[in-house]
């Protein structure tokens, strides 16, 4: 579905159920150069057991209209929009690298709309290496593969991803391209790596969250390794809220390498707000 958010159409992907008024709303949230198709298992499973999903395309990204946002904060006042132009008093946000950071910070900006939090391969601060950085501004293919072998620690799916025989690096491979190639103004892997770089709000976010969060992440991490986000746990321990660690044996791109072992843990950090 497309919702009008600012006079730009924002595609979210509602997990083939039409949206209910009344049940609860998981917000699922993009990495860089990603698209709301990352999280194909874990949306459609909760869009059928009792929630709305919004897994959302970024302004400027996939099916989405409008600037790509050039820092964390300006895709914060995306989301919190997102929940305005829904009527949704407040809903759960789930996050991925980028997408967490967003997600983090809507939950610590606006407190009262965030009501569970999941955070997955994350890290703060999220630095990005500046032979990255140059070469998704002028070699972005190069920069493709090289955040490809990055994420993945295994050649073979389980079978709840695509199926036996599906390439990881090559699905990977052709959705950033897909998504580079949706925006022809801005350059949108330079731009969100950019964003998760220059972030400088993680920890003061984390200690001013009022909602149940989950770190979901990937032991063989290369991207963001677990211990980069030990910042954030402790900051959210620091603020009193119920924390959930969560290590699955996979790289940075965790839906594809442990989709079930990522459902799984949603599922229990979700299950409070089933009605």
């Known amino acids: ?6 006079g730009a159409p924002l595609y979210a992907y509602t997990g083939g159920k039409a949206f209910e008024p009344g049940r609860p709303t998981v917000v699922f949230i993009h990495g860089v150069l990603n698209d709301h198709s ?7 499973y909760f869009a059928h057991h009792g929630f709305n999903v919004l897994a959302i395309d970024l302004p400027g990204h996939g099916r989405s209209g409008g600037d790509a946002p050039a820092s964390v904060e300006d895709a914060t006042r995306t989301v919190i929009r997102l929940l305005d132009r829904m009527g949704l008093e407040g809903a759960a946000l789930v996050g991925h690298s980028f997408g967490s950071l967003i997600a983090l910070q809507a939950a610590a900006t606006a407190p009262e709309r965030v009501w569970a939090l999941g955070l997955v391969g994350t890290a703060y601060p999220m630095r990005v290496s500046p032979v990255l950085l140059e070469a998704s501004l002028h070699t972005p293919d190069k920069a493709i593969a090289m955040v490809n072998t990055y994420s993945h620690s295994t050649l073979a799916p389980p079978p709840s991803v695509l199926g036996p025989g599906t390439w990881l690096y090559g699905a990977s491979r052709a959705l950033m391209q897909r998504v580079l190639a949706s925006n022809a103004q801005v350059n949108v892997f330079h731009r969100g790596f950019l964003a998760c770089d220059r972030y400088q709000g993680g920890e003061a976010a984390a200690r001013a ?40 044996p996979a790289g940075h791109a965790l839906m594809a390498e442990a989709p079930d072992g990522v459902l799984q843990a949603l599922q229990r950090g979700l299950q409070p707000l089933r009605v």
């Open 209 to 248: 969250l009022r909602c149940p969060v989950q770190f979901i992440l990937g032991a063989r991490d290369q991207m963001t390794p677990p211990k980069a986000a030990q910042p954030l746990i402790d900051g959210a321990r620091a603020a009193g809220v119920a924390v959930d660690v969560v290590q699955l």
């Open 1 to 6: 579905m497309y919702i009008d958010v600012d």
């Open 38 to 44: 990352v999280w194909i298992l874990q949306s459609r």
